[in-house]
């Protein structure tokens, strides 16, 4: 099933459909934002540690590596939610791949239990993670790792706090409005939810003037809109 444009939120967007019949399956598709965050912070500290104790790298090279990783981290948030997650459905395996990923977050973009990686997923992508940057980068992996993992957290909490909580009146508001456009307006648009800078880059910021039309409806209905 596609991600559906132009429609309002759903009526049920608190609570999303079940993927699979199993119910334990199904609960493995679900997670409480704590624990997936709890999960790569102590990841990186770890990493963090690691590099400390065993490596002779500098605090400089540990500190570029790691803000290294977090911006590598951005790139690849923009790209996987770009070419993966919204995948053409033009296949029925492409519409079942595409709607278990992604599509039903749009379809239930409040549903408090799949705004996060499941715990399962979590470990799971930190050992992948693990293994390959270490064979690509040897001692420099570590830092380079933590940085990309405390990206994953931060992209993970911003996410949820865009569809939780209302639009701040910061600097932050344009990261609610930057999604809002992306769920309920151009799907095909703004992909980076931790940052736009990625968007900008490989053009895929929205027109003016669509942007400034959700920009009314976001800033008048901050509670039916996000």
């Known amino acids: 099933m596609p991600v559906r444009q132009n429609t309002?939120?759903?009526e049920n967007e608190h609570e999303s459909v079940a993927l699979f019949r199993n119910k334990f399956l199904d609960s493995l598709t679900r997670s409480h934002i704590a624990v997936p965050v709890s999960i790569f912070f102590l990841y990186?500290?770890?990493?963090?540690?690691?590099?400390?104790?065993?490596?002779q790298l500098t605090n400089g090279q540990i500190a570029l590596l790691f803000f290294g990783g977090t911006l590598f981290f951005t790139l690849i948030e923009y790209l996987v939610h770009r070419h993966v997650y919204h995948i053409a459905p033009n296949t029925e395996k492409r519409k079942k791949f595409q709607y278990t990923m992604h599509g039903v977050h749009h379809e239930h973009p409040k549903d408090?239990?799949?705004?996060?990686?499941?715990?399962?997923?979590?470990?799971f992508i930190g050992t992948?993670?693990?293994g390959l940057f270490r064979l690509i980068l040897g001692q420099y992996?570590?830092?380079?790792?933590?940085?990309?993992?405390?990206?994953?957290?931060?992209?993970?909490?911003i996410h949820y706090s865009i569809h939780i909580f209302r639009m701040p009146k910061n600097f932050f508001r344009v990261l609610w409005i930057n999604h809002a456009?992306?769920?309920y307006s151009e799907d095909d648009v703004m992909f980076g939810v931790s940052s736009p800078l990625w968007d900008y880059i490989f053009g895929t910021i929205p027109r003016k003037e669509k942007k400034q039309e959700v920009q009314v409806n976001v800033t008048g209905q901050e509670e039916k809109w996000l």
Not at 44 to 55: D, H, I, P
Not at 112 to 123: D, F, G, H, T
């Open 8 to 10: 309002p939120v759903a």
């Open 44 to 55: 990186a500290a770890g990493l963090l540690w690691w590099t400390k104790t065993v490596t």
């Open 112 to 123: 408090k239990s799949r705004l996060a990686l499941p715990p399962v997923l979590s470990v």
């Open 128 to 130: 992948l993670l693990l």
């Open 141 to 157: 992996s570590f830092s380079f790792l933590a940085g990309f993992m405390v990206g994953y957290a931060l992209y993970l909490l």
């Open 181 to 183: 456009i992306h769920h």
